[in-house]
């Protein structure tokens, strides 16, 4: 079955680099029309799309975050790596990744890894 | 703000139908892009509820169903059960943000 794990740092210092991996099973990052995208939450908040990659390495970010985040795969680890430069504390939040069509339809979802700014 | 615009919270007895709005413009929703609904329980990851406006992903019951009209869609629930409490979001894709869009999410309480 398709299964979507996030990993990466609990707590981050603010300007520091968050790097978080996603590690997909149960289909590969090279399937035609499908791709992996980051969405986060902070703590009582709305879900916000940040960015996606697609199996043909087509990527896309968030506007108001684009200077920011840089997003690849290694699809041979089955693995997709974000990275968010110069963190602040609004950037505390559930960090999720989902297996996306390209319909947009968000299929599936890891259980999400909780990042806290904290100095 | 969020692009796409769900009301805050709505509510309804055991039994009823309630319905969640998501309410877009013509770079979203009216300019022709799909519209995806999820449910997210407490304290869980979103779950997929709806695909393509109105599509149920194998598994979900039939007291979910899904609308697009213009620029807004609609989610309906029937026979509304206590585990339906949830939060529920509605997402598309904005030409003007060149990206995907999620609504501001709507808690449904089941009273």
């Known amino acids: 079955q398709v299964t979507l794990k996030e990993s990466g740092p609990v707590l981050v210092k603010p300007t520091e680099t968050l790097t978080l991996t996603c590690t997909v099973s149960g289909f590969s990052l090279s399937n035609a029309r499908m791709g992996v995208s980051w969405i986060r939450q902070p703590p009582g908040k709305a879900l916000e799309w940040l960015a996606h990659i697609f199996s043909n390495d087509e990527k896309s970010y968030s506007t108001s975050l684009k200077s920011r985040l840089t997003i690849s795969k290694d699809t041979s680890k089955s693995q997709v790596v974000l990275t968010m430069t110069n963190m602040d504390p609004v950037d505390t939040a559930t960090y999720y990744c989902?297996?996306?069509?390209?319909?947009?339809?968000?299929?599936?979802w890891g259980q999400g890894t909780l990042v806290t700014l904290s100095s | 703000q969020s692009v796409l615009t769900q009301p805050p919270s709505v509510s309804g007895a055991p039994g009823q139908r309630v319905t969640i709005s998501c309410t877009g413009s013509s770079s979203n929703i009216g300019a022709g892009y799909d519209v995806h609904w999820y449910q997210q329980l407490p304290g869980t990851a979103p779950k997929l509820l709806i695909y393509g406006n109105s599509i149920r992903p194998s598994g979900v019951p039939d007291r979910f169903s899904g609308s697009k009209s213009g620029t807004s869609a609609s989610l309906a629930i029937s026979g509304l059960q206590t585990e339906d409490e949830a939060d529920y979001y509605c997402q598309s894709h904005d030409s003007s943000l060149s990206g995907w869009v999620f609504g501001g999410g709507t808690k449904l309480t089941v009273l």
């Open positions: 989902a297996r996306i069509d390209s319909s947009g339809c968000h299929g599936y």
